[in-house]
């Protein structure tokens, strides 16, 4: 599944909207039709599968950036070595900019982390959310 995109061509944000909504008539209105109950389950489970997608990514990207710091470092130890220090400069911007990666994908799989907690709620935890919600507006 290409990411951003369901089967119905749908991104994920239109999903995860639909599915909000379709949860709170399911959950909130007690709306639970059988053709209702399956497009949610079938909505969740496009959501959760585009959600593992996404964390799939993300740990590739933070595997490429530790693998370029791992390389970085090397030459930066070999050019220590050299005394070049305008390289050795250069690199170690370079690793700023993987540890820079690093942080905004772990901050992406925790949110992701959190949006797949949120999806897998259950009826009397959604209900519970929801009313706090409404307590804090």
């Not at 540890?99 to 901050?107: H, L, N, Q």
């Amino acid at each position: 599944m290409a990411l951003g995109a369901s089967d119905n061509g749908k991104s994920y944000k239109q999903l995860m909207q639909e599915f909000n909504e379709m949860r709170t008539q399911v959950y909130i209105s007690e709306n639970k039709s059988q053709v209702t109950l399956a497009s949610l389950e079938q909505i969740r489970k496009n959501l959760l599968a585009q959600l593992e997608d996404k964390k799939s990514a993300s740990r590739q990207e933070i595997e490429k950036a530790e693998n370029k710091k791992s390389n970085l470092i090397k030459r930066l130890v070999m050019l220590e070595k050299a005394k070049d220090i305008q390289a050795q400069d250069e690199i170690i911007k370079e690793l700023e900019e993987y540890s820079r990666i690093r942080r905004y994908r772990d901050a992406q799989l925790a949110k992701i982390a959190k949006e797949i907690q949120d999806i897998n709620l259950t009826e009397n935890e959604f209900k519970d959310k929801v009313k706090q919600e409404k307590e804090l507006s």
